[in-house]
């Protein structure tokens, strides 16, 4: 009997001991940010780390699908700065990031200030203004591009009738104009972006400062200039940057309104990349292709970082 | 002076807010006009005279129908569903769980951490997908469902992870004192205490995962290969456009018809929607 009983209060002790031991395990910070930690980690480093890594060796190699290759060194490189439709590609990048995030940055500041007075409907007006920011990319380029279309274009039609033109404008059928269609659409995309998040800044300043400087003398311009833009500077810093990251890694758009043509005139580092390296199967060619994004974002990742330490700071 | 003052809120108010709005709205007013305009009227070139133009006299529900009769396009809406919802899921609970540990433990190199998935962050997929489609077909992944809901948490994670560290640093930390005093462990206050506290961050952060699942485009592209596995944006991309001749009815049917769930939640969540994208850039 009193065998069995110490026996059982062995186990009993045992038993307490590990949930003590478990008690404290999941008491223990660093035991705790590990496990905490972990799962995240391990997807962002097997799917993103790894296969960065592995696009670092792809480009140093002649791999294609079906084939493992062998290292040739900075060949692709070196043959996609001699390759004319990648200098296009490049320069299209430059472009269409220059401006399209321009176009955003005014229009989204002057909607920003627009919404942040009092009217009627103004909640419904704020939610619709986010749709294109909402709605798949591939799917509202779809309509833009069957309103470009070359024969059926709404825009022509209008034009046209209004008497403004006598010619049909060739939307997305010259390389020049169709790249500024696309910077008008990733416009058209993006501004409720910039709108809304200058919005939310511009919502935390004090209506005090504004009337302040009103009394002062103060117009609408200078109050802008003077006390809305500096105030404004930091978050606009920040949406800028998320934008050109987005809009110089665009891929979908183009893919969607051009194609990359016509006569390869419009393709942006994405589009070029995702042809050679998935259409025509030049893994390691188009992994190079790719990895010319990476000064750029690395650039504007490391002013961000710089930026982000500097605010902390003050 | 007062009439003056009308005047010019009008012209310097009323008119750009018209202008903005029908800039933004126009696009998709003209998606669903051609969704439902008959075939004889959609193909009418630029110079000829339209009697309704800009509406239609025999609206038709003839593309919607050859749309869902003759494509998997309510096969595509299911995928796209299923893995957004999928991905969110996984992205959210390793964001709140990492969010946590960043925000509130106290562990060597969590600076370092922190900034290495700020930088993940801004990573953008064109960059990795030529790997990654390798890296898929080796985890035999490949045109699976699976391939895109373990690969969207790559650009989710980050987001939630972001987002969610700033939402638990704004809770106090008596809440979580209180209940480790009553005798509750680290992870169970953490369970228990701080994520309910934080529900509206987590759901401004599901919904905005949500629509960027719904919207991602190019590995779906590359990952999926056949006509069943594919999501809306891929199937419409690829399977609408039959050698090389657009069918505009079918093809804006289908863009609407792919942006009413995603606009829809959106609808629902304003508010969060909106508080996850303002979030989204804080530092």
New interface residues.
Partial sequence: MGGGRTAEGLHLRAERARANRLRRLLDSEKALAAALLAPGLAILVLLIAYPFVMALWYSLTSIRVGDAGTFVGLANFSKAIDDSIFQTAFRNTLFYTFWATLFKLLLGMYLALLLNRHFRFKRIVRASMLLPFIVPTVLSAFAWRWMFDPTFSVMNWALYHAGMITDRLPFLSSGDWAMWCAVAVNTWRGTPFFAITLLAGLQTISPDLHEAAALDGANAWHRFWHVTWPLLLPVTLVVVVFSVIQTFSDFQLIYVLTGGGPANSTHLIATYAYQIGVNSGLLGEGAALSLFMFPVLFAVVWLQLRFLRRTEVT | MVIERKWKKWLL?YL??AL??L???F??Y??AV?AVRPDAE??????Q??AA?LWTLAPTLEHVRSLLETTAFAVWLWNTMLIAIVSTA?SL???M??G???AR????G?EF?G?A????Y??????????????VRSMHLGNTPWALM??Y??FL??FC?WLLMGYFKTIPKELEECARIDGA????AMVRIIFPAAIPGILSAGIFAF?LS??E??YAL?FMASAEQKT???G??SELIRADV?F?GQ??A??LL??VP??LV??FF?EH??SG??G????
Wanted: include cysteine.
């Fill in positions: 108010f750009p807010l903005f709005i800039f933004t709205l696009p998709f003209w998606m051609t959609l193909y009418r070139t630029w110079r005279t339209n133009p996984i609970v390793c964001g769980f990492a946590y540990a960043l433990l106290r562990f060597p969590s951490l900034t998935i700020f930088i993940t801004l990573v953008p997929q064109t960059l990795l997908f030529i790997p990654l489609a390798d890296i373990l690969t948490p790559t994670i980050p992870t462990t680290r992870f169970g629509t719904w919207n485009f190019i590359v809306v944006p891929v419409v991309v657009f505009w093809l804006m289908g863009a792919g942006s995603v606009a959106y609808a304003v929607y909106v994208l303002t989204s850039v804080k530092g």
